[in-house]
């Protein structure tokens, strides 16, 4: 007993020892900002003196803050972007995923955006937005359509951010729909196609249930990093977009708390944006988990 | 039993762990202030285009190449990421010894204990010699700025001046602006349609008269309006006057009753600029900051004053930048002494002004540089006036936050582009605005406590 203790001990000092960087750096980094900022949005905090504890304040304002109420809407709006990148994705791995000549090129085309910098990307599309010199004007021309000035316009910014974001991500989810289509065992194919199943049915009886766990994985990452948007915005709309049409609520707590000396305000919005994407996270995971017990 | 004292064991590591390291980052600081006399390093932020980045480095290089021992530490950014590194070193209280600062943030720095009270440490500056504007922006007394101690030095005055295209007035016929007498709003239109044309006679417009950005340009017209969005004491938004209105009127009309400018889907700011390099814009206004850019125009340009409205007098902004001392400085005196190098001294300015990237702060080495009328463009002394005369700063900066500022320039979409009238316009934004500035008033009482 006691030896087997003492070794228990041992091991367990060194097991601690090793998981003690990840943990420090969590605390140090992680829940130490985390709590100062839970304690910064009670009060009105400018980001350079002192706190004063204001209690709920700073949340009853921003409930009836308009600005806040856009910002909210064009990040959710903006995650229309994730349904239609889901579906592409899976279309284009199905594709990819056949043996044909010239595959693994269009692969690492597909993944090159997702590699590359969010920054210099941003500009690039900036870029091809132009309304007058802009490629994506230069191409619409060709069919004799006179595009609109995109990133100036507010019925067109929004859409161009979306284009912009699905061709960014596409490559990632069409990777890990292209692993998982890969560990689909190929007997349920032959058995499928002995039974006599047209493509459709194989796809919806067999593909689909066998990929939906890294659907769920996409769905979710994606709304996490969707409530979060911010860089793309930052450079390609600086302003926040003509009338404020494509500010997202990162982009707005940036400019409360380092343009306008509003940091506790702004952590406040940044506790409910992490509420909110708490709950939603929970919610998806608990849906989750019914379906998948609804399938057995 | 065992595993609580892991766990605790697991803790106290922790806790020993944490000590260590802050020890460690603490190191620094005590080795400076076990020195009797001051560290020899300092840091300096700041930020810029790549061209005055390396006007900038090889300044400060001179610098310690003046000061043997002393190390510069450089950090730069780019332009719209410096305001955000700026103020997250201020919250990780780690500010750099030397670094920009917009005057606007000046009350909030100073009420907040960032910026250092430099007045005993440039004592020796001539100041007569300074642009006064320039100074005084940064000095402040605890209730009002322009009085009181020197918080910063000027990095730069910035004189927004109107620049015309000299061949476009030669080749249609048209006698060039008086450098002196500013247009009436009326001749600017007429002289504006005059030069909007088709040259080609392909039915699309190859020149326009103007394209302005509304961010930069709308200060012009509303003051020599005599309208402002700010009353005297600076805590009544007054973008409800007529005058204001009749001056945003204008400067929407350029655009859909006049047509002197390129479509309001065409005018993003990039697009104005790039037509008047390419020689496709009658007027466009010109910084000091351009200079360097402006130098390979394919045309050659000259400085008007801007048209003038209903008080006959033309008007525009001066923009300036400080580069102030951090107050948690280890070692003040050198910093300051940096300051000064970089903004009040020959050697800095001259190497400054030969790259291009300013106008000289000093006056006598301003006035020289703007007699010599062979270099582009030669009425230079029109920014000199500005900076002296007429110029004046950004409403936003006379508040300790400029939110309700930008609220205008947020919504103004549907008035440029004549579905709203700017009389409504101001009427309903007003209120708004004036709320906000409400809260930045509130906030700057509760930071002086």
């Known amino acids: 007993m006691k030896t087997k203790s003492n070794l228990y001990r041992k091991e367990s000092y060194y097991g601690y020892l090793f998981v003690l960087a990840p943990v420090l750096g969590f605390l140090l980094f992680t829940m130490y900002p985390l709590l100062y900022s839970l304690y910064g949005s009670f009060t009105d905090w400018d980001g350079l003196g002192r706190m004063d504890f204001i209690g709920l304040a700073n949340f009853k304002e921003i409930f009836a803050d308009e600005q806040f109420h856009k910002a909210g809407f064009n990040t959710i709006f903006m995650m229309i972007g994730i349904p239609i990148e889901i579906i592409l994705a899976l279309l284009l791995a199905l594709g990819l995923n056949r043996k044909m000549f010239g595959t693994t090129a269009f692969r690492v085309v597909y993944y090159i955006p997702v590699i590359s910098s969010l920054a210099a990307i941003s500009i690039l599309w900036q870029w091809a937005y132009n309304g007058d010199y802009g490629l994506v004007n230069q191409f619409l021309a060709l069919f004799g359509i006179d595009g609109p000035n995109w990133l100036t316009n507010k019925y067109t910014v929004k859409p161009a951010l979306i284009i912009m974001m699905v061709w960014k991500n596409i490559g990632y989810s069409m990777l890990l729909y292209l692993a998982a289509l890969q560990s689909v065992p190929k007997d349920y194919y032959e058995a499928a196609s002995l039974d006599g199943a047209n493509a459709f049915q194989t796809f919806k009886h067999i593909t689909f249930p066998m990929v939906k766990p890294v659907t769920f994985f996409i769905i979710v990452t994606k709304i996490i990093g969707g409530a979060q948007v911010f860089t793309e915005i930052n450079i390609m709309t600086s302003t926040g977009g003509p009338e404020y049409s494509s500010a997202s609520v990162v982009f707005y707590v940036w400019q409360k708390a380092f343009g306008n000396l509003q940091m506790g305000y702004a952590s406040a919005m940044a506790m409910l944006l992490g509420l909110f994407i708490f709950v939603i996270t929970l919610v998806q995971f608990k849906m989750n988990e019914r379906s998948s017990r609804d399938l057995e | ?449």
């Open chain 2, 1 to 449: 039993m065992v595993k609580k004292k892991g766990l605790l064991s697991v803790f106290v590591l922790m806790m020993s762990l944490v000590v260590v390291l802050s020890a460690c980052g603490g190191k620094d600081n005590e080795g400076a202030q076990g020195n009797k006399t001051e560290s020899q390093e300092i840091s300096f932020m700041f930020r810029g285009a790549p061209e005055e980045q390396k006007a900038y480095e090889a300044t400060v290089k001179k610098f310690e190449a003046d000061n043997p021992g002393v190390k510069v530490k450089i950090i730069t950014t780019t332009g719209d990421q410096y305001a955000t590194k700026l103020k997250a070193a201020i919250t990780g209280k780690s500010v750099p010894d030397v670094f920009y600062f917009d005057p606007g943030d000046l009350r909030a720095y100073v009420n907040g204990g960032v910026l250092k009270d430099i007045t005993e440490y440039v004592k020796d500056v001539n100041f007569d010699n300074i642009w006064q504007y320039g100074v005084d922006i940064y000095r402040y007394d605890g209730d009002n700025v322009g009085q009181g101690s020197i918080y910063g030095l000027l990095k730069d005055v910035g004189p927004f001046a109107l620049g015309f295209n000299k061949n476009m007035f030669e080749a249609a016929g048209i006698p060039l602006p008086d450098k002196d007498k500013p247009y009436t709003w009326d001749e600017f239109i007429k002289v504006n349609q005059q030069l909007t044309k088709d040259n080609d006679g392909d039915g699309k417009i190859d020149q326009y008269g103007t394209g302005f950005n509304i961010n930069w340009a709308l200060q012009s017209f509303v003051w020599s309006n005599g309208g402002d969005w700010l009353d005297e004491t600076n805590t009544k938004v007054t973008i409800d006057d007529p005058k204001f209105a009749e001056a945003l009127q204008y400067f929407a009309d350029m655009q859909n009753v006049y047509k002197i400018t390129p479509s309001i889907e065409d005018a993003a700011t990039l697009d104005t600029y790039q037509r008047w390099m390419k020689g496709e814009l009658a007027f466009f206004p010109v910084g000091p900051w351009d200079l360097a850019t402006y130098e390979t125009l394919p045309f050659d340009y000259d400085l008007i004053p801007y048209p003038a409205g209903s008080t006959g007098k033309s008007a525009t902004f001066v923009g300036s930048l400080g580069i102030g001392v951090s107050n948690s400085s280890k070692s003040p005196e050198l910093a300051a002494k940096l300051v000064t190098y970089l903004t009040a001294s020959p050697e800095g300015q001259q190497q400054l002004v030969d790259a291009k990237v300013q106008i000289p702060n000093l006056i006598d080495m301003a006035e020289t540089w703007a007699a010599n009328t062979e270099t582009k463009p030669a009425n230079k002394k029109e920014f000199l006036d500005i900076v002296q005369d007429y110029g004046k700063p950004m409403p936003n900066t006379l508040t300790y936050n400029g939110e309700w500022y930008q609220l205008f320039f947020t919504d103004i979409q549907p008035v440029l582009d004549g579905k709203t009238t700017a009389a409504d316009y101001v009427k309903s934004q007003q209120p708004k605005m004036q709320a906000l500035l409400d809260k930045a008033i509130e906030q700057e009482a509760k930071s002086k406590k």
